[in-house]
């Protein structure tokens, strides 16, 4: 597809199968206003490939109207984020579609800077429609939030009833969080559900949209329904350690930070996400087990210095 002549770019159309020249036509032959309005309908990693196919595209592909659509599109709530929250809606998309990778231990936080703000752009779909879309800003500097365990919620107590029965597994949930200071961003859920756990008592379903990062820690957004009446109750983002417990805010920015600032995952990530959280929670059920065993373990041997003591205390009463 390259040449010696970068500017140059390989033929749309090949004409007949003989290669007739004269009845070829070359993409870069279509008016930039016709040719600007087709791409606006190609997808990111479309969008992305094409600007990288030779110095002629790269100008077209970088066109921030196109970019806004598509970001857009995927994102109705940043409808809502101004433009000062992030650097362009291109690298928006770049930070924001695909899965974060395992980020740095949170042993280096101290090298790091904790965001202030945090920004979030959470989109609930049901069966391709939107039924939720909203932007959540959070105070991250406070010593609250920095103190307690890590949430973020969307959708709490006030609810709301969708126009169709809820079916969780066709659910699926967009959670971007935005640094306003940096401009950088990170994609928090996996999109698809990870997991449907019913709570039988309660009447209620848990739809988990976590990704699982490096460190033995997750992004645990979850949105919490009942399915029957087409009611959701909460939505809400948490960070979950391999213990089973949830990180402090101020752990849980340290992971975020790191996650905006690493590396991103390729194409084929969305479903890898489901292996790695159904690992996750295997590997925490066997941590929990051991826990439980060692414990377990200890409390036999603690009753058994206890009736020894006692049985010594009998004896020396007996004997006196």
């Excluded at 101004?82 to 899965?99: I, N, V």
Aim: glycine share 10%.
């Amino acid at each position: 597809m390259a040449t010696g002549d970068d500017q140059r770019c390989p033929a749309a159309f090949a004409g007949n199968a003989a290669g007739d020249a004269e009845s070829a036509t070359a993409i870069e032959d279509l008016p930039v206003d016709v040719l600007a309005l087709v791409l606006r309908r190609l997808d990111g990693a479309s969008l992305a490939a094409f600007g990288c196919a030779c110095a002629a595209f790269r100008g077209l592909a970088a066109d921030p109207d196109a970019w806004r659509a598509l970001c857009l599109a995927r994102w109705p709530s940043l409808r809502d984020v101004p433009s000062a929250h992030h650097k362009g809606h291109r690298r928006l998309f770049a930070d924001a579609f695909p899965f974060p990778a395992a980020p740095a231990p949170s042993s280096a936080v101290p090298a790091r800077r904790l965001p202030a703000r945090l920004v979030s752009a959470v989109d609930l779909h049901h069966g391709g429609a939107c039924i939720l879309s909203r932007v959540v800003d959070t105070d991250a500097a406070s010593e609250w939030f920095l103190g307690a365990p890590f949430r973020v919620d969307a959708l709490v107590q006030e609810g709301f009833s969708a126009p169709a029965p809820i079916t969780p597994a066709d659910l699926s949930l967009s959670w971007v969080l935005i640094d306003p200071a940096t401009g950088r961003a990170v994609n928090a859920s996996s999109r698809r559900p990870v997991s449907v756990d019913r709570r039988w008592p309660t009447g209620e379903t848990v739809v988990r949209f976590a990704v699982v990062l490096g460190g033995g820690v997750a992004l645990d957004a979850a949105v919490t329904c009942d399915d029957r009446f087409g009611h959701v109750r909460e939505v809400s983002l948490c960070i979950e350690d391999g213990e089973g417990g949830f990180l402090s805010g101020r752990d849980g920015l340290a992971v975020v930070a790191a996650a905006m600032a690493g590396a991103r995952q390729g194409r084929g990530a969305e479903a890898a996400a489901r292996l790695r959280y159904e690992e996750f929670v295997k590997g925490r059920a066997a941590r929990k087990e051991r826990k439980a065993r060692r414990e377990g373990i200890v409390d036999l041997c603690c009753s058994g210095v206890g009736a020894a003591a006692f049985l010594g205390f009998l004896v020396m009463l007996t004997f006196r």
